[in-house]
């Protein structure tokens, strides 16, 4: 179950759609079921975020976002160059709309057994071959 979570300043409903498509399209890409795809967006509050020391700003003079922060979490399955594909993908797709935006990507790989989740009344395990919970 691949999980990216955005960090940047608050985004309209639209703006927020419009990403997670374009985000779970290039998953998609890669064979991951899009059902499975999560995207979470967290707001980045004015001045949160430093470097050296600094402020950096959070949107540019127009008041769009002036960063975007990604965690992406994804199977430890992954390859090196699976994790290029996918960094490739979700940075053109963000920098198509926000071309001066600073941009940073981090990979957590995770097993698919230590990923748990529930589709109704059971608590399906990832990792299970049939994707359901193992006795």
């Not at 991951?32 to 600094?54: E, I, K, W």
């Not at 594909?85 to 920098?95: C, E, I, T």
């Not at 935006?101 to 990832?126: C, E, K, T």
Request: aromatic fraction near 10%; charged fraction near 15%.
């Amino acid at each position: 179950m691949p999980t990216i979570t955005v960090a940047c300043a608050p985004l309209a409903l639209i703006e927020r759609k419009r990403i997670a498509l374009g985000f779970t399209r290039v998953f998609k890409e890669l064979g991951a079921d899009p059902a499975h795809c999560m995207v979470f967006f967290a707001p980045l509050p004015l001045d949160c975020v430093f470097s050296a020391g600094m402020p950096l700003p959070s949107v540019d003079r127009h008041g769009k976002p002036a960063q975007f922060h990604l965690r992406i979490t994804c199977s430890e399955e992954r390859d090196a160059l699976a994790q290029q594909v996918l960094a490739d993908g979700l940075y053109a797709g963000l920098r198509a709309t926000y071309s001066g935006a600073f941009i940073y990507l981090q990979f957590d790989p995770i097993a698919p057994a230590q990923v748990f989740y529930s589709a109704g009344s059971a608590l399906i395990n990832a990792g299970s071959p049939q994707g359901s919970t193992r006795s």
